[in-house]
């Protein structure tokens, strides 16, 4: 079996797409998948995660301290072969980006893995409070198992 390349994605690489990122690599045989994330906007790249991040990942024994905000760039669809966005919002930034048809069919909602088709958005736990970040793990946390039943 030839390794899985998935991006999770989000607007700024701080919150959201590094807890999927961290959640899937620690549950994931690495020889099978390679994880990675970034944003769309280039609001924080260089920067790690944010502290309630790291601080929600390293509650379920996850490190996410290594990782460093990138932006989303037209190579990712060449380099990946599933791209999960967080929300709505970010999903139609990166379809907007996509060269052709191949491209587009590799972007899904991370949430659609959970509740099919109905296209709900990970909230953006950035402005609230400690219960955000714990409600998004348990999210992430959840579509991750699927997207391991889906690829291995």
């Given at each position: ?16 797409s ?30 790690a ?49 996509a ?54």
């Amino acid at each position: 079996m030839t390794q899985v390349r998935v991006l999770m994605v989000c607007l700024g690489n701080i919150c959201r797409s590094p807890l999927a990122e961290g959640i899937l690599r620690h549950k994931a045989p690495a020889d099978k998948i390679e994880v990675d994330s970034a944003g769309t906007s280039n609001y924080h790249i260089g920067e790690a995660p944010d502290p309630r991040s790291v601080s929600i990942a390293r509650k379920y024994g996850i490190d996410i301290r290594s990782q460093r905000g990138r932006q989303f760039t037209v190579s990712d669809f060449h380099d990946f072969d599933l791209i999960y966005a967080m929300d709505k919002s970010n999903y139609q930034h990166i379809l907007n980006m996509a060269p052709d048809e191949t491209s587009r069919k590799k972007v899904a909602l991370i949430l659609n893995e959970l509740h099919p088709g109905q296209d709900m958005d990970v909230p953006d736990p950035y402005y609230g409070g400690d219960q955000g970040f714990e409600n998004v793990f348990n999210m992430l946390d959840q579509a991750c198992d699927r997207i391991l039943d889906k690829v291995l």
